[in-house]
């Protein structure tokens, strides 16, 4: 095993290297030591000269499953994934000891061993959160923002959601599951069976979207699925303290918010960001089958639109809220 050493502002952080991992062949995971020790997994992918990062969401989940569904946007990029603090291939956390502004700060120090000076973030759900707040911390180095499916911007719209989605059949299944062991005894087939309605912050029961998901989602170390659950529980406690209208308002890149189409509570979730945003613009996406996930059944739409965002231009079909869809007509260079 070798190590290569990049020097920070004051400390020393290393990068390890080790074996492709198996989930993404194509991709070799190294790990960054941070300045308090503490390692984090990560793997690039393409060759472009534009580096955008990639935030997972969860807050518990892992990078691999955007590693699986995500590649296709390297091809004219640089993309660099990573397991966030206490999750997946990166060092173990407690959960009481994870953080959103900790996952900012970890963002920052591997922007540093990495030696980027400007790069745009891609965001799935509650890595939103760390992408915002990374972005308000350091303008200087934020390009711009993708945020998919950003976590609720209200607590309200998760009673909301619950309220709407609750699977009754499901709950009893897990249930029964749990009474007689199955996420012990068997962790990644447990997960691989219930990670929608366990795992997700918002309930998924589409047996295509589970089934389709899950070889990201559970391709972890036991215990690490084990603790997905109480690192969410964490982290959901923080985005209910969290200002988030402020800390958009302080936001000063491009941001565009995209949402599927067709659930009221992530409409509205997704409306409310694009507007606290100062530079936000919203795209609905049709055709997906879940609004947790929009790419998944709206790939051809999904896509190209994230592509043309990063690569400097706004969809056409992006808007400022409240402004009418039909009066965007083209797409426009992003400002």
């Known amino acids: 095993m070798s190590r290569i050493v990049k020097y920070g502002s ?3 952080i290393f990068v390890i290297l080790s074996g492709p991992c ?3 062949p194509d991709m070799e995971v190294r790990k960054v030591v941070l300045p308090d020790g503490r390692h984090l997994a990560f793997g690039t992918m393409g060759s472009g000269k534009d580096t955008v990062v990639v935030l997972h969401g969860g807050p518990g989940l892992q990078m691999q499953y955007l590693v699986r569904e995500w590649s296709r946007l390297a091809e004219d990029r640089t993309l660099v994934f990573y397991d966030q603090r206490g999750r997946g291939l990166s060092d173990f956390e407690p959960e009481d000891s994870i953080s959103l502004s900790q996952d900012a700060d970890d963002l920052e120090s591997l922007r540093s061993a990495l030696g980027l000076s400007h790069f745009s973030i891609a965001a799935h759900h509650s890595g939103a959160m760390v992408a915002v707040l990374y972005a308000r911390r350091h303008p200087e180095r934020t390009g711009r923002l993708l945020l998919v499916s950003p976590a609720f911007a209200r607590r309200s719209f998760y009673f909301w959601a619950a ?3 609750n699977d009754s059949t499901a709950t009893l299944r897990l249930t029964r599951a749990m ?3 199955e996420n012990v005894a068997d962790p990644a087939a447990f997960c691989r069976k219930y990670w929608g309605f366990w795992f997700s912050p918002v309930e998924v029961t589409d047996p295509a979207v589970v089934s389709r998901l899950a070889p990201g989602i559970c391709d972890a170390r036991p215990e690490r699925l084990l603790a997905v659950d ?8 923080q985005l209910y303290q969290f200002n988030l209208h402020d800390s958009l308002a302080a936001v000063g890149v491009p941001a565009l918010v995209v ?6 509570a992530f409409s509205a979730s997704a409306q409310t960001w694009a507007a606290w945003l100062p530079q936000g613009r919203e795209l609905i996406v049709s055709g997906t089958s879940s609004p947790l996930f929009p790419w998944i059944g709206a790939e051809s739409s999904f896509f190209p639109a994230a592509t043309e965002f990063l690569g400097g231009r706004w969809p056409a079909a992006a808007h400022q809220v409240g402004v009418p869809l039909e009066s965007v007509t083209a797409s426009s260079p992003v400002k």
């Open 179 to 181: 009474q007689a062991g």
């Open 259 to 264: 949402q599927g189409s067709g659930d009221e």
């Open 163 to 165: 309220t709407e989605v």
């Open 230 to 237: 109480k690192i969410g529980a964490a982290v959901f406690k």
């Open 22 to 24: 198996r989930s993404a």
């Open 10 to 12: 004051m400390l020393s």
